[in-house]
Each structure stands twice: as C-alpha cells, then as structure tokens.
C-alpha cells in the first residue's frame, strides 16, 4: 500500500478534524510525503479547509446535509440520495420505478419515495419515453412538500399505458 492511498484511508477514516502533524504521527509518514498529499486531496475536493489559521482540514464527505421534514412517514430525504438517483435517470430512458431501484442496488420503496419528492417539488417529469430530469437546482427543497399520488397522476398524463394484468387461469394455477 503506497502513501497516499494510507493517508487517503486515514482522512475517510478519521471524524475529527485534522492537520497535517496529526496525518505524520498517527500513520508514521514523513511530514513532507503528507503535505502533497494533502495538496492533492485538496485538489481533487477529497478534504476541506476548515481553518487557515490552524491549517486543520475535514473529509468533504463528512458532513452530509439532510433534510428533517417528516412529510412521507418517518423519512428524512438525504439530499446525496436524490442525487444520485437524478444522476441515474440522467443515463437513460427509465419506464419504471423496478428498473430504477435495479441499477440503483436500493429498494422500489425507497426510489419511489425520493421519485414522489423530487416529483413534487418539479425536479423530475415524466413523458411518453419514461422518466426524465427536469432540473437540478431546487435539491434542498427536497421534503417541504410531498404530493401524494403525483407519480400516478403524471403517468397518466403523459399518456404511459399501464401494463395490462395477466389472469390466473385454472391452467395456469397448477
């Protein structure tokens, strides 16, 4: 394992802020080996400056905004979760919320919650070819206000037929 992938596991690793003395003692670096990694990591927006003075920096990652408005059960949007789920209907053409939670790797329930608050804010559309982003800038409104029942009202305005019911039969039963 070379340096920096080191001091790359240590800054995901480490929840407290850090400089770059802490990063040299507690992996055992050289503290010069330490600063240019630090400018890379700062370079690619991996860590964050939190003080000039002190030189102390964070995991970009670290803190994570969510939004705590209760409005679909007990569900607080996390605003990188609706990210990445735009970011997935920004790939191709999806008809259906399986498709979605397939790629995605999460629940149906999950990517239909989120597709009903982006839904419901105006971020996501729907027309006749599927799913679509509409826009990407109203992302921390994500919660104030659900719509319930948009997702089925758009769909039915955008003229996507459902997919007809297949009957049981007493052929098929056994």
Not at 20 to 25: K, P
């Amino acid at each position: 394992m070379t340096n920096k992938n080191i001091i790359r596991n240590f800054v995901n690793q480490y929840r407290k802020p850090f400089n770059t003395e802490t990063i040299a003692e507690l992996t055992g670096i050289e503290t010069k080996s330490v600063r240019q990694s630090i400018r890379t990591l700062l370079a690619n927006k991996e860590i964050k400056c939190i003080s000039i003075q002190d030189k102390l920096y964070v995991c970009s990652n670290r803190y994570q905004s969510q939004v705590g408005f209760n409005q679909k059960g007990k569900w607080n949007y996390n605003t990188q979760v609706a990210e990445e789920i735009l970011n997935i209907l920004d790939t191709r053409q999806y008809r259906s919320i399986r498709e979605i939670a397939s790629d995605y790797g999460k629940s149906r329930q999950l990517v239909f919650v989120y597709l009903e608050a982006l839904a419901s804010i105006g971020m996501v559309g729907i027309n006749t070819s599927g799913y679509k982003v509409l826009s990407k800038e109203r992302i921390l409104k994500l919660g104030t206000y659900i719509q319930p029942g948009i997702l089925g009202k758009m769909r039915i305005e955008s003229g996507i037929k459902p997919k007809p019911w297949m009957r049981k039969t007493a052929a098929s039963a056994y």
